[in-house]
């Protein structure tokens, strides 16, 4: 049997430059291996608790040497020599150790990094994918690109945090990867031309400022899509992270970057059927608080068999809230943030919650990311279908999509691509085509040389 023999933890800094806990780890039979926990940008109410040391003499109060700590001072003592009789038995014992419903003893990056870095050693040598496996299946997932960005992870006048590309129409995960970094480098190129900055937010997508009325990110997309010679919809749709959690003051949604005005729930869902109409969106997440259910309900009422509507605040990656939304009708996915979770198998358990109802599931990063890549193998492992890690570019994203090309090479004959398969695996894609509402962007979206982007006053604009 294998036991952990050695355990070492250390503060490091994330892609924003903010510290987060590494954790080496040691088995008996040899093996070892690393991880680090990520950390959120804008963040659901009820993750669990990320410990900092709240010391403002150094990095503003964001230092973890008390997470670090725990790791040295309580959770080595109570694990060194713990034969691991199945890969969570460990996490067992670290729920255990913490004791807390907020993981706020030992903090739930300690804990996670802790559980990551054993998984990872416990698959030692075989594909950690392999290890994890949840069902026989090993799907290559789609990747969404958040090419642009706004809300919390950008300083722009774009209140709606992510919008991504999923080129779901691609034969293979690293041609998926291609279509995406040369629609980014399109988008770069329509960007410039039009003088709007080029310059990244937190998770390497562009953050210009747009216009208000949210319809000119959707044209760029389209228009970058077309540039890099895609189809929208047929290779490529798009998905989008509203985090309206960051919006919403307890009555209305408030658009403060751009346009200074409140939206009601109704007016949200108006918005995201316009969207829906115009559009070749695939998923939409977020697109209300987590303490707006009763909105979530409508919302699912209305749009959830046109559109996957993903749960990442609203859900925590929590097997419980999960639950309890799937009971409500609140949404048809959920997202998968291990460290909203703190361990390996609360995330797993979340993701079980999700497959016997059906709902869809993302795995996704953070906006403070590490060169850590466990999520992709994650990705694979549990064939989620679906994975975001950022633009295509700067090196903690592209770690994860390395990592995929990886897979993808050493599955070799029986490598699969969710692809556009998966999207049509629910009825989120209606099969209605929304070609006409595309073709009549094309003109508009394509521009002349040295035109101006298009603003949007001839479509839709709520
Ligand atoms: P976060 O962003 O890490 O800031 O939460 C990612 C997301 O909201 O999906
Ligand atoms: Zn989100």
């Known amino acids: 049997m294998t036991a952990i023999v050695a355990l070492k933890a250390r503060e490091i800094l994330d892609s924003r430059g903010i510290p987060t806990i590494e954790v080496d780890v040691g088995l008996s039979d040899g093996s070892s291996a690393r991880a680090a926990a990520p950390s959120g940008g804008s963040r659901g109410k009820r993750e669990a608790l990320e410990l900092r040391d709240g010391d403002a003499a150094r990095y503003e109060?964001?230092?973890?040497?008390?997470?670090?700590?725990?790791?040295?001072?309580?959770?080595?003592?109570?694990?060194?020599?713990?034969?691991?009789?199945?890969?969570?038995?460990?996490?067992?014992?670290?729920?255990?150790?913490?004791?807390?419903?907020?993981?706020?003893?030992?903090?739930?990056?300690?804990?996670?990094?802790?559980?990551?870095?054993?998984?990872?050693?416990?698959?030692?040598?075989g594909g950690l994918f392999e290890y994890l496996a949840m069902s026989g299946r090993h799907r290559l997932p789609v990747p969404m690109f958040n090419v642009l960005n706004g809300g919390a992870h950008a300083g722009n006048t774009v209140d709606i945090q992510e919008f991504m590309i999923a080129p779901v129409g691609a034969p293979s995960f690293a041609?998926?990867?291609?279509?995406?970094?040369?629609?980014?480098?399109?988008?770069?190129?329509?960007?410039?031309?039009?003088?709007?900055?080029?310059?990244?937010?937190?998770?390497?997508?562009?953050?210009?400022?747009?216009?208000?009325?949210?319809?000119?990110?959707?044209?760029?997309?389209?228009?970058?899509?077309?540039?890099?010679?895609?189809?929208?919809?047929?290779?490529?749709?798009i998905a989008v992270d509203v985090a309206a959690g960051e919006l919403f003051d307890g009555q209305s949604y408030v658009f403060r970057k751009s346009l200074r005005r409140r939206r009601t729930t109704e007016q949200m869902i108006q918005l995201y059927s316009g969207w829906l109409r115009h559009y070749p969106i695939w998923s939409i997440e977020d697109g209300l608080a987590e303490s707006d259910a009763e909105g979530w309900r409508a919302l699912t009422t209305a749009l959830g068999s046109r559109v996957q509507l993903v749960g990442d605040d609203l859900f925590v990656t929590n097997a419980a809230l999960l639950r309890a939304g799937i009971a409500g009708r609140l949404a048809n996915a959920v997202l998968i943030k291990l460290n909203q979770a703190g361990t390996v198998s609360e995330s797993l358990e979340t993701i079980a919650e999700a497959n016997r109802s059906r709902y869809g599931v993302v795995i996704s990063h953070r906006a403070g990311e590490t060169t850590c890549d466990f999520i992709a193998d994650l990705a694979v492992a549990i064939d989620?279908?679906?994975?975001?890690?950022?633009?295509?570019?700067?090196?903690?994203?592209?770690?994860?999509?390395?990592?995929?090309?990886?897979?993808?090479?050493?599955?070799?004959?029986?490598?699969?691509?969710?692809?556009?398969?998966?999207?049509?695996?629910?009825?989120?894609?209606?099969?209605?085509?929304?070609?006409?509402?595309?073709?009549?962007?094309?003109?508009?979206?394509?521009?002349?040389?040295?035109?101006?982007?298009?603003?949007?006053?001839?479509?839709?604009?709520?």
């Open 61 to 125: 109060g964001r230092g973890v040497r008390q997470a670090v700590e725990n790791v040295h001072g309580v959770i080595a003592p109570a694990i060194i020599g713990m034969e691991l009789e199945g890969p969570w038995t460990l996490d067992r014992r670290l729920i255990e150790l913490d004791g807390t419903p907020d993981r706020s003893r030992l903090g739930a990056n300690a804990m996670l990094a802790v559980s990551v870095a054993v998984t990872k050693a416990l698959a030692g040598g």
């Open 384 to 462: 989620a279908g679906q994975i975001k890690a950022g633009a295509p570019v700067r090196g903690e994203r592209v770690a994860k999509y390395n990592q995929l090309l990886r897979l993808e090479e050493s599955l070799g004959q029986s490598a699969r691509y969710a692809g556009i398969d998966f999207a049509k695996r629910g009825s989120f894609l209606s099969s209605e085509p929304r070609e006409v509402a595309l073709e009549g962007l094309r003109g508009a979206t394509t521009g002349s040389p040295g035109r101006a982007l298009p603003v949007a006053e001839t479509r839709h604009s709520s």
């Open 175 to 237: 041609e998926a990867l291609r279509m995406g970094v040369e629609t980014y480098r399109a988008l770069r190129a329509l960007l410039k031309k039009a003088g709007l900055a080029t310059s990244v937010g937190d998770e390497g997508g562009f953050a210009p400022d747009l216009d208000a009325a949210h319809t000119q990110p959707f044209d760029l997309l389209l228009s970058a899509t077309e540039q890099a010679g895609l189809k929208p919809r047929h290779d490529v749709v």
